[in-house]
T-cell receptor
Framework: DVKVTQSSRYLVKRTGEKVFLECVQD?????MFWYRQDPGLGLRLIYF???????EKGDIPEGYSVSREKKERFSLILESASTNQTSMYLC????????????FGEGSRLTVL | AQKITQTQPGMFVQEKEAVTLDCTYD???????LFWYKQPSSGEMIFLIY??????QNATEGRYSLNFQKARKSANLVISASQLGDSAMYFC??????????????FGKGTTLSVSS
């Protein structure tokens, strides 16, 4: 069963803390993504990666960074968490299939106090 | 400008009825793909159906069909014979294949579907 696994379903952090969100996929996919989901705004792309050590900014990269040291793992980093980063974070991956649909993890709900 | 527009924040339907969820898109890329995802209250994103811009026929997957009108830039999802388990948030999404970020999907804001008995 193919899978995208996010390390934490729920996190509560304080303003200014450094936050790591980890994502691992077991499908040998080249492309991995981090989205943020907020009510009424849909999913917005933060960063994506098309290869190890490669990264590209999405639509809302400010306040975030990413790391991809291994093909299967893509990490989202909040260097100094702020309350406006309270959100649901979704990791996804995709290979080179015909449709190229994204496979999503279960999401990480982050609350910043 | 929004690339994916879902104008219905919420839709209500009775069991066994058909329902259409609207989606319009905006792109100048001649090569693109359109997707629909379902997100139940549990939060997982479930891929439903895909339509390529060059596909001649409308895509179908079981009770789901995509009403693709290329000239109107619309890609409406039709669910036939609604079931209680269809109650969820539905997202329309697009991939522009000539885009540098060509593997990423651009999502709409979603439509919440509620199915009653």
């Amino acid at each position: 069963d193919v899978k995208v696994t996010q390390s934490s379903r729920y996190l509560v952090k304080r303003t200014g803390e450094k936050v790591f969100l980890e994502c691992v996929q077991d499908m040998d996919h080249e492309n991995m993504f981090w989205y943020r989901q907020d009510p009424g705004l849909g999913l917005r792309l933060i960063y994506f990666s098309y290869d190890v050590k490669m990264k590209e900014k999405g639509d809302i990269p400010e306040g975030y960074s990413v790391s991809r040291e291994k093909k299967e793992r893509f990490s989202l980093i909040l260097e100094s968490a702020s309350t406006n980063q309270t959100s649901m974070y979704l990791c996804a991956s995709t290979g080179t299939g015909i449709t190229g649909e994204l496979f999503f993890g279960e999401g990480s709900r982050l609350t910043v106090l | 400008a929004q690339k994916i527009t879902q104008t219905q924040p919420g839709m209500f339907v009775q069991e066994k009825e058909a329902v259409t969820l609207d989606c319009t898109y905006d792109t100048s890329d001649p090569s693109y793909g359109l997707f629909w995802y379902k997100q139940p209250s549990s939060g997982e994103m479930i891929f439903l159906i895909y339509q390529g811009s060059y596909d001649q026929q409308n895509a179908t997957e079981g009770r789901y069909s995509l009403n693709f009108q290329k000239a109107r830039k619309s890609a409406n999802l039709v669910i036939s014979a609604s079931q209680l388990g269809d109650s969820a948030m539905y997202f329309c999404a697009m991939r522009e294949l000539s885009n540098q970020a060509g593997t990423a999907l651009i999502f709409g804001k979603g439509t919440t579907l509620s199915v009653s008995s």
